[in-house]
């Protein structure tokens, strides 16, 4: 008899502490999805080449393979995030980059400040967010700076396009110019919560060299918020 009331005591007490280790599971928001402030409604990469001319002190260029050519490729990350909280601070930080095998990668704010480089290791770098019809507009540049260094037209081409076509003549593909990045978008809140979204990318787009610029709207489950 001692024994069947031990063991219904014993069912009892576990059955207690499972309802309050449940509760306090579902109660608990830090760090899961969808429970921040701050929404991704929108998410673009745009891909682009940068060209310039080599300035030379003789004028007298009499064909285009007279002409000498810098590049780097630019990519620009856009997100729209919609929130009633505005907010109070936003930077990243957490930078990973794997180089491309031509180039090295810079990350520029949105002022055109450069944040991260082969000259520049930063923990925390800061990014206005722009109010943009209600949202929130955060854009990141990211760049392969150098991939085409003072580089003279190859003789034959009567007509040169100066975007991402270019490629095509120096005998390049985006494989050669291909990198990975990683980082983190920190939101702090009015309420002094920080808001997380983890940004994965390989960059360009695929389709640079036969359009010339390329634009690719990004998956929005991919650039989640959560709260730490």
Do not use: W
Not at 103 to 109: F, P, Q, R, S
Not at 157 to 177: C, F, P
Request: include cysteine; proline fraction near 2%; charge should be negative.
């Amino acid at each position: 008899m001692r024994g069947n009331v031990l063991l219904k005591l014993f069912i009892f007490i576990v059955a207690i502490l499972l309802v309050v280790f449940i509760c306090m599971y579902l109660l608990d928001n830090t760090g899961k999805i969808n429970q921040g402030n701050f929404r991704v409604n929108d998410v673009m990469t745009k891909s682009s080449l940068l060209v310039s001319e080599t300035q030379t002190v003789d004028e007298n260029i009499t064909s285009l393979s007279d002409i000498r050519l810098n590049a780097d490729q630019e990519n620009i990350l856009s997100m729209l995030v919609v929130s009633n909280v505005k907010p109070q601070k936003v930077y990243i930080d957490n930078i990973s980059v794997s180089n491309a095998n031509l180039g090295n990668v810079a990350i520029y704010d949105n002022q055109n400040n450069e944040i991260y480089s082969n000259n520049i290791k930063v923990e925390t770098a800061n990014i206005t967010a722009t109010d943009k019809d209600g949202q929130y507009l955060i854009e990141i540049k990211i760049n392969n700076v150098g991939i085409i260094k003072d580089q003279p037209i190859p003789e034959g081409h009567n007509e040169v396009i100066y975007d991402g076509r270019l490629m095509k003549i120096y005998g390049l593909s985006t494989k050669d110019i291909k990198f990975d990045v990683s980082f983190n978008v920190n939101i702090v809140d009015e309420n002094n919560k920080l808001n997380i979204c983890k940004v994965k990318l390989t960059l360009p787009n695929e389709d640079l060299i036969t359009n010339g610029v390329s634009i690719v709207r990004q998956p929005v489950s991919d650039y989640i918020f959560s709260v730490k």
